[in-house]
């Protein structure tokens, strides 16, 4: 103690190295934590039968549909989509992706308006790209993107 009963601050002390354990500790978990799980399953142990299935099972790359730089609906009295690329900016990376949805039954006429569209934008020199899947509503229409390659596994 000093005089008049104040405290002395120690000398050596060591508090600011133990904060900066600390953070470093955080930073260090919280890191851990955002890595996936990516070897999660690389421990089990699988049947041959399982392991042959997995290998023979083809692989198909999932589409990489970039967020649309343009949207093409077909409309009563609009503009056909030959028109209406006509009026986007030209860009040898883009492509045109052809979005076909239809109720059950519906499979005929959204390959129809898919191949139509398809055909106007080839015809316009553009890179095309067809997607149908089964919905809960029918509809038809285009997304001007710069999609990626579909990636490999």
Known sequence: MSAG????????????????????????????SALPAAGAGAGRIRSDAA??????????????VAAAQALY???????GLG??????????????????????GGEAAAWAGARRLSAEARARGVTVRTIIAPGGTTELYASLAYD??????
Not at 51 to 64: G, L, N, T, W
Not at 89 to 104: E, I, M, N, Q
């Open 5 to 32: 009963g104040v405290l002395a601050p120690r000398s050596g002390g060591h508090g600011w190295q133990l904060i900066l354990a600390d953070l470093a500790l955080i930073l260090f978990l919280v890191t851990l």
């Open 51 to 64: 392991a042959r299935d997995e290998e023979a099972a083809p692989v198909r790359p999932a589409p990489e």
């Open 73 to 79: 609906r077909p409309v009563a009295g609009g503009p």
């Open 83 to 104: 028109t209406w690329l006509a009026g986007q900016p030209r860009d040898p990376r883009a492509t045109l992706t052809v979005f076909a949805r239809h109720r059950p």
């Open 148 to 153: 990626g390659e579909p990636s490999s596994p």
